[in-house]
């Protein structure tokens, strides 16, 4: 008899991070029913679940990710995984506040969720939230295709002092000092908090 397993995956926040596990889950014969961000589904025969949980185990494990074991835990990278896709498409102009956002896509009180992220992070939602910007920040000065204002209105900021504000207080430099730095520092996403 078949079944479904899935196992929520913390830290997973790219596009190629789905290629490679998908791709060596199948080299160890793992029947991958969907893989997204944060969340796999495989195929589980009858007497092959701790085989199959063994296997899968070891390509997380061995990629540099984890299981998340709890559904707070789920919930956490849940919230974490919808900000990182937010930044992704640019202009990020979302009609409504980051809190109802989060509500109304993970379909959680937004208390809920921020209780369990600063219980489980040591940090608030908003504060991620920000971390997260600035890091895409860097991304596109790095690429020095657009302006500071560019930058400031594709990521929903009110004005470039905002922006600029917000920058020096996470890195400790301005932008201008940033994009003339011959040491472009970023952070991976997985590696906020």
Known sequence: MESNRVYWI??????RCLKVLKQELEEVHIKVLSLELGRLS??????TNKDIDSKVLQVI????????KS???MLVEEVKLTLIELIQELPTHVKEKT????????????KVLSRLFSKTENTTIEKYFIKLKI??????????????????YMLDYSSVNHLSRQFKRIT?????DFKNSEHLERNFYDEII
């Open 10 to 15: 913390k830290n997973m926040v790219c596009r």
């Open 42 to 47: 495989v195929r589980i025969i009858e007497g």
């Open 61 to 68: 494990h061995s990629n540099g990710f984890e299981i998340a």
């Open 71 to 73: 559904e707070e835990e």
């Open 99 to 110: 809190s109802e956002y989060l509500a109304s896509t993970i379909r959680r009180d937004y």
């Open 135 to 152: 890091e895409k920040v860097k991304e596109l000065i790095q690429l020095q295709q657009y302006t500071f204002s560019d930058i400031a």
């Open 172 to 176: 400790g430099m301005s932008m201008t």
